[in-house]
Nanobody, 121 residues
Framework: VQLQASGGGLVQAGGSLRLSCAAS????????MGWFRQAPGKEREFISF????????NYADSVKGRFIISRDNARNTVFLQMNSLRPEDTAVYFC???????????????WGQGTLVTVSS
């Protein structure tokens, strides 16, 4: 299974972006899809996940109330709507797939290539 993330770009603080993550196929090996981000010099940080079957979601406190994760199972695609963006949201954003419910990056076996989000002040 290959994951393709897209939608990053440059946006002013307070603006919005929507990231997409398309999977090459639907597989039973992936139960949840997550989004992570990594800023320069920092560790990869959990942002959100969604279960592909029931649509259960989870968010990091840093993005709760601003970001919304959703899925379109018919298109094997997961989205991350990012609103009220802040300069500290600047990072490379990665989508990932896991067979278990987890926020730990090392437990995700499938990763997309990352898409850069830059928020200017």
């Amino acid at each position: 299974v290959q994951l393709q993330a897209s939608g990053g770009g440059l946006v002013q603080a307070g603006g919005s972006l929507r990231l997409s993550c398309a999977a090459s196929e639907r597989t039973l090996s992936i139960y949840i899809m997550g989004w992570f981000r990594q800023a320069p010099g920092k560790e990869r940080e959990f942002i959100s996940f969604i279960t592909l079957s029931g649509g259960h979601t989870n968010y990091a406190d840093s993005v709760k109330g601003r970001f919304i994760i959703s899925r379109d199972n018919a298109r094997n695609t997961v989205f991350l709507q990012m609103n009220s963006l802040r300069p500290e949201d600047t990072a490379v954003y990665f989508c990932a797939g896991s067979r278990i419910v987890t926020t730990i990056p090392g437990r995700y076996g499938y990763w997309g290539q990352g898409t850069l989000v830059t928020v200017s002040s």
